[in-house]
């Protein structure tokens, strides 16, 4: 099969790979789309070097495919698997989605929504997931703030809190105050023009890194910040040590702290299939790419040009 391979941190070429072979509770699925996240740019490029240490290859990475969002048709099953059946349509997370085929784990897979296409549902499981767990707990009413509200995980942030009865602040850059605008934001505001004000029972931080005490200001007295993550922490830790300082500083504070560590599972990926059926949520993607230009696709990503999601399409 075609794919994508890795063989050493920092770079990859199109090439020729076995079709791999599904073992207990996997399926072998013909990849359709594959998501492209921070988290592809991280795995590639081995930065922030503690991701080295966290198990995903020290010298260099254990999977010789990247990507891990996927959308696809079920091939093949594995012993066990009762949950699909070859010619499902599926959408979720597994190792090596820049590829003709893959692997993936049925604990990690739900049915793709009726109403979008491969590359929309491709652009769901890792970003959507992240935010509809970070969102968790959110009531009608109350005031959420969205930080890097045009980016993967904001962009489903902004959505998924409105679809919860929210009152939803979106923080982004110029280039993408209209999508911002066209999620359903009620407020948009541009950082590089003036900084964000007033209180939010929820902060849900996806980008600038800035300090806990600023975000702390921004919450009401029992209110709670969500740490999702940000790009400009240091190439040692990436910046875990805010998240670090936030899990610690919990104890002490009225205020919940949370350093959010998704988890990729089938029922969180079914409960954006609901929201995405019922048309609350919709995939915002700004562009496809062809699996030749796999990089290209994770470069655009990192450059921080993209506007919501991007795909690359096998
Ligand atoms: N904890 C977890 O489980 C988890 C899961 C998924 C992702 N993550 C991490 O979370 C972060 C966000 O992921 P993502 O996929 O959404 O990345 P992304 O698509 O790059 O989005 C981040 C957004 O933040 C914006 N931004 C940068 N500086 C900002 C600032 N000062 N104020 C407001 N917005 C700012 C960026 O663009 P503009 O500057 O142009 O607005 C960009 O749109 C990444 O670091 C990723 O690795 C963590």
């Known amino acids: 099969m075609k794919a994508l391979v890795q063989r050493r941190y920092g770079t990859a070429v199109l090439g020729d790979l076995d079709v791999p072979v599904p073992g207990e509770g996997e399926v072998l699925l013909e990849v359709r789309s594959a998501g492209v996240d921070m988290g592809t740019w991280h795995l590639l490029s081995g930065k922030p070097y503690l ?17 891990r969002d996927v959308a696809g048709v079920v091939k093949e099953t594995g012993p066990g698997v009762t949950e699909f059946a070859p010619g499902d349509e599926v959408f979720g997370t597994c190792e090596g989605s820049f590829a003709e085929y893959a692997v993936a784990a049925v604990s990690r897979l739900a049915c793709k929504p009726r109403n979008v296409s491969f590359a929309e549902a491709a652009a769901v499981p890792i970003s959507g997931g992240t935010a ?48 911002v605008r066209a999620l359903g934001a009620d407020e948009v505001v541009d950082y590089t ?42 190439a040692l830790t990436g910046g875990f040590e805010r998240a670090l300082g936030a899990a610690v500083l919990n104890v002490f504070v009225a205020h919940r702290l949370v350093p959010l560590m998704s988890a990729e599972r089938a029922d969180v990926f079914d409960e954006l299939r609901v929201l995405i059926e019922a048309g609350k949520v919709r995939p915002p993607l700004d562009r496809e790419f062809p699996l030749s230009e796999g990089l290209a696709a994770i470069d655009y990503v990192h450059s921080r040009r993209s506007r ?3 795909v690359v399409t096998i």
Do not use: M, W
Request: charged fraction near 20%; include cysteine; proline fraction near 5%.
């Open 308 to 310: 919501g999601k991007v």
């Open 193 to 234: 023009v003036e900084d964000f004000t007033g209180t939010y029972d929820l902060v849900l931080d996806c980008g600038g890194n800035r300090k806990l005490s600023r975000t702390r200001r921004a919450l009401t007295p029992r209110g709670t910040l969500v740490l999702v993550g940000a790009e400009n922490g240091g």
């Open 132 to 179: 509809v767990q970070g969102l968790r707990g959110v009531r009608p009413g109350q005031r959420v703030l969205v930080l890097g509200a045009g980016g993967g995980v904001g962009s489903y942030g902004v959505q998924i809190a409105k679809a919860l009865g929210a009152h939803v602040t979106g923080v982004c850059s110029t280039a993408k105050v209209d999508l």
């Open 51 to 67: 991701v080295r240490v966290l198990g995903f290859g020290f010298r260099g990475p254990k999977s010789p495919v990247p990507g």
